[in-house]
Every structure is written in structure tokens, then in C-alpha cells.
């Protein structure tokens, strides 16, 4: 089992929609963690990072964290065409960040 | 804002050759990384370094090698090129253990 699943899709979602995109994990010793965004062919982008269980939020993102069932999610709200692309999250401890394989978006017109 | 510049986009290289691979941050940070991204695999970490001279392996180390001389750069070496890592190589670096990793655009490497 891998210590952060994704759910890869693509996931196609209409212009305006609200996009929930989600990981868990399995290592209890994650202290923070991590969302970034990756355009095809560059490399990913911080999005949003936290060390708490509960909301933080920053313009149209949402990160939520629950940490008794180990569950990671970002919400995106009026979703847009350049919103489109691959999502990873991560959780860490220390120096090491582990990351799921990805989920990738798309945000049709 | 950070830069993490990474020397080559693209790479083409022969099995058996010896394959350098520079990163360099402007940010004065702690630690840099080395990963490598397969398509199903994610990220995986491959090295990292936590100060000039200091190095960790990660979990995929087997036929790399790193050098940091210098803080602000981080190279990644094979040391005898094969073609099971052909792949995109990312470099990252955080200002201290358990800041946010930044990372450069990548290196993507073909072995022939």
C-alpha cells in the first residue's frame, strides 16, 4: 500500500463548478502538508500548505485536513480553463515529503 | 519569489555514460532535493542534502550519486547511464526541515 493514494483520473469538470480533489494517507507520523499544481511540462507549484487538521484558505482554494482519519482534500471554487492541470498532494515529516501519484483536471469551457 | 533553475530542459544520453544533471537555488535555502516522476510512480525522492557536503538517500538511490559544494547548487549523477532512467528528474529546495519544497522545471532525460 502506498503510504499517500490518489485517485488519478481525469476528472472533467464544466467551467464555474466546484472541484473537490482528494487524498489519504497512512503514515501517522505526517506533521504537514502539501498541494501543488503541475502544467504539462514544468514543474510543480506550490498551491497550499499546512501543518493543522481544519480549513486554510486562499482565494479560490481550500485545503481541509483531517488527520483522524487521515483524509487530505482541495476544493476549488469557480473553477476555470487554466485551472486544468495534474494536482499532487503530499504529507511529510522532517525533511521527507511523500506524494501521491496525481490527480489530473481538466476544466472545460 | 524562489528560483530553482535546472541546467537542461531535455537530455538525450548513450547506456554507460556518465550523466551530470545541475541545480542551482537562489534563495539561500537548507536543503535541496533530487526526484525523478513516472508516469503511475509520482515523485520519488532519490537524494537529498541538508548542507554543503551533507547528503541523505531517499528512497531510490541505487545507481545515483550527488554532490553539493556549494549551498546553492545540487547535482545529481549517474554514474553509468541505463535505460530504465530515462525519465523527468526534478530538483527542489526548501529555506529549512519542514518548509515548503520549491521546485525547477524539470530535466527530462532519455538513455538511448
Known amino acids: 500500500q502506498k503510504e499517500v493514494e490518489q485517485d488519478p483520473g481525469p476528472l472533467s469538470v464544466p467551467e464555474g463548478a466546484i472541484v473537490s480533489l482528494n487524498c489519504t494517507y497512512s503514515?501517522?507520523?505526517?506533521?504537514?502538508f502539501m498541494w501543488y499544481r503541475q502544467y504539462s511540462r514544468k514543474g510543480p507549484e506550490l498551491l497550499m500548505y499546512?501543518?493543522?487538521?481544519g480549513n486554510k484558505e486562499d482565494g479560490r482554494f481550500t485545503a481541509q485536513v483531517d488527520k483522524s482519519s487521515k483524509y487530505i482534500s482541495l476544493f476549488i471554487r469557480d473553477s476555470q480553463p487554466s485551472d486544468s492541470a495534474t494536482y499532487l498532494c503530499?504529507?511529510?515529516?522532517?525533511?521527507?515529503?511523500?506524494f501521491g501519484t496525481g490527480t489530473q483536471l481538466k476544466v472545460e469551457l | 519569489d524562489v528560483k530553482v533553475t535546472q541546467s537542461s530542459r531535455y537530455l538525450v544520453k548513450r547506456t554507460g555514460e556518465k550523466v551530470f544533471l545541475e541545480c542551482v537555488q537562489d534563495?539561500?535555502?537548507?536543503?535541496m532535493f533530487w526526484y525523478r516522476q513516472d508516469p503511475g510512480l509520482g515523485l520519488r525522492l532519490i537524494y537529498f542534502?541538508?548542507?554543503?557536503?551533507?547528503?541523505e538517500k531517499g528512497d531510490i538511490p541505487e545507481g545515483y550519486s550527488v554532490s553539493r559544494e556549494k549551498k546553492e547548487r545540487f547535482s545529481l549523477i549517474l554514474e553509468s547511464a541505463s535505460t530504465n532512467q530515462t525519465s523527468m528528474y526534478l530538483c527542489?529546495?526548501?529555506?529549512?526541515?519542514?518548509?515548503?519544497?520549491?521546485f525547477g522545471d524539470g530535466t527530462r532525460l532519455s538513455i538511448l
Open positions: 527542489a529546495s526548501s529555506l529549512t526541515q519542514g518548509q515548503p519544497q520549491h
Open positions: 503514515n501517522s507520523a505526517f506533521q504537514y
Open positions: 499546512t501543518y493543522s487538521s
Open positions: 503530499g504529507g511529510g515529516g522532517g525533511n521527507k515529503l511523500t
Open positions: 534563495m539561500d535555502h537548507e536543503n
Open positions: 542534502s541538508y548542507d554543503v557536503k551533507m547528503k
